[in-house]
């Protein structure tokens, strides 16, 4: 166990659809990530947020947001779901922002657009 | 940018020793990352080298060569569950987004 911990664990829309994506980062961690994985692609980076500001941008789409809270803990929302954006969704966070620091993921969100 | 390079698949024999290779491309670096992914669950940190040389953490060690652009993770006593996934990744610049190889899909045989 991590200590990252991510809500819901599965979750089954139809497209066009708006859903929210919970992670609380591990006690005294200031970063948070996302991260996309798809059956035939990798780990594709989306966002970086330290301390309730954005840090770095991946490819994320336009449909996509994310936010930090003041209590560290973030949400991703996928908006105008399509088929294309079923995937494996994981949060990380490590205690500081700058390259070097150890990454620690969650168990993921498995989102099923159908 | 940054851009890395792993074998998409591997094959091994429980108890024998693996070497994953990793090369990557990088504008400024701030060291590499091994992690280990089993099929639909999180990755899990397993290694981090900043200079070059061997890192040994009980069978599993990490190897860098900086000016050659090279990494390898090396498995030993291979046990069945070792079977997964293993990513290379990189910081992404300045910042530590993590920029992730495809990963080698690594099966250990009886």
């Known amino acids: 166990d991590s200590g990252v911990t991510q809500t819901p664990k599965h979750l089954i829309t139809a497209t066009g659809q708006r859903v929210t994506l919970r992670c609380s980062p591990r006690?005294?961690?200031?970063?948070v990530y996302w991260y996309q994985q798809s059956l035939d692609q990798g780990l594709q980076f989306l966002i970086h947020y330290y301390n309730g500001e954005e840090r770095a941008k991946g490819n994320i789409l336009e449909r996509f947001s994310a936010q930090q809270f003041p209590d560290l803990h973030s949400e991703l929302n996928l908006s105008s779901l399509e088929l294309g954006d079923s995937a494996l969704y994981f949060c990380?966070?490590?205690?500081?922002?700058?390259?070097?620091?150890?990454?620690?993921f969650g168990e993921g969100s498995w989102l099923t657009v159908v | 940018g940054q851009n890395i390079d792993q074998p998409t698949e591997m094959t091994a024999t429980e108890g024998a020793i693996v070497q994953i290779n990793c090369t990557y491309q990088t504008s400024g670096f701030n060291g590499l990352f091994w992690y280990q992914q089993h099929a639909g669950e999180a990755p899990t940190f397993l290694s981090y080298?900043?200079?070059?040389g061997l890192e040994e953490k009980g069978r599993f060690s990490s190897f860098l060569s900086r000016s050659k652009g090279y990494s390898y993770l090396l498995l030993k006593e291979l046990q069945m569950k070792d079977s997964a996934s293993y990513l290379c990744a990189v910081p992404g610049g300045a910042t530590n987004k993590l920029i992730f190889g495809t990963g080698t899909l690594l099966a250990v045989q009886p």
């Open positions: 080298n900043v200079l070059d």
């Open positions: 006690s005294g961690d200031l970063s």
């Open positions: 990380a966070s490590s205690v500081g922002q700058g390259a070097g620091n150890t990454i620690y």
